[in-house]
């Protein structure tokens, strides 16, 4: 992967997805960052916002890679401090668009 490419992957990111393995291969995520963020979410029936939902359908569980941290991720490489810039915001889809308007900042 490249600084191009992780800036386009990144655009690509939302802040409340859960990307599977098969579409994060396909996206250009290098199979080792995949094997780090992979993890097997559960649906939260609390809110809305912590439902998985596929196809439409609500689902208990999904195994994947959320995009929010896909977003850091990527930021890391890029060279954004995401820390920083995502310090103060509390929704996920907010923090992946600070992290896209930081790239305007390179």
């Given amino acids: 992967m490249n600084a191009i490419s992780a800036q386009m992957l990144l655009l690509k990111c939302q802040g409340d997805e859960i990307w599977p393995r098969e579409v994060c291969l396909a996206a250009g995520v290098p199979p080792i960052w995949i094997d780090e ?16 939902y596929k196809d439409g359908r609500v689902i208990n569980q999904f195994q994947g890679v959320s ?9 890391d490489y890029i060279g954004i401090d995401w820390q920083n810039v995502t310090r103060h915001i509390v929704c996920r889809s907010a923090k992946v668009t600070a992290l896209k308007e930081a790239l305007d900042e390179l």
């Fill in 37 to 52: 963020l992979v993890e097997q979410y559960e649906s939260g029936f609390d809110t809305d916002q912590n439902t998985i």
């Fill in 67 to 75: 995009d929010l941290l896909l977003a850091y991720k990527l930021a």
